[in-house]
């Protein structure tokens, strides 16, 4: 049941996806709340464990604190990535795209760490590619209608990922 510890990542990505899609913009505020939410989530069930070794079956036994500082370090790194290509490109991608970066990959890098990030930005491409040919299969007359809303695109990412990377472990 150790897997529940995603909802906060997992309703928070819903809702920004659909205020994303819905405004195009990403509220910042939500995403640190439910990024905090999340640390402390996890930080919790590190605590747990740690107080209660007999009674903490559920809780994967490679998770320490290491691991916890291990993949905020690759959230990190992953929103760092995300914000170099906002730069080398201005407008093709938002500053709030970058901070749900951040939020979506600390679950998948705390449960597959660097296997886990690497697998995330191959789906991120995969997911991303399809977006784009969904938009370009539209047929947009202008070039202002050929934005997409990518959280949802992150948020799909990091579902898939998961999915995946739960499916191999299995």
Known sequence: ???LSLFPSLIAALYLSVHDVRTRTVPRRAVLLALATQTVIFAGLLSWRTAFPLHSL???TNWTWVHLAVAL???LVCGLIQLALALIRPGSLGMGD???TVLLTVGISMYGGFLGVCLW???LGICGCVSLALTAARKAPRREEWTIAFVPVLATATLLAHLVYW???T
């Open 73 to 75: 370090f690759l959230a």
């Open 98 to 100: 970058v901070t749900a």
């Open 58 to 60: 559920e809780i994967p």
């Open 167 to 169: 499916r191999a472990q």
């Open 121 to 123: 930005w191959l789906m």
């Open 1 to 3: 049941m150790h897997y």
